[in-house]
């Protein structure tokens, strides 16, 4: 199992990006706007550079649902390689045929 205070905080990201996330849209659109004038986009970015760094989706690790491993996941499953091994050989998970040999 992962620390609590780090899948805590990785949840605390999610929200603070789903908060955001139109916020940083709108600023992104205009420093992208070629027809804007310069100090307009120059203002967006300051705006944008204000916001909590934890706002931005970048900083969000993907983490297994089952145990909270950042590392060896599977998108598709939202887990890690050795929780679905687990499972697996439980037989928890419908459809998978695990080999042993």
Known sequence: MAKKSMVERDLKRRRMAKKFESKRNRLKAIIRDQEQSGEDRFMAALKLAEL???SSK???RNRCQVSGRPRGYYRKLK???IALRQLGSAGKIPGLVKSSW
């Open 52 to 54: 909590p760094r934890n």
């Open 58 to 60: 970048t900083r969000i």
């Open 79 to 81: 887990m890690s390689r």
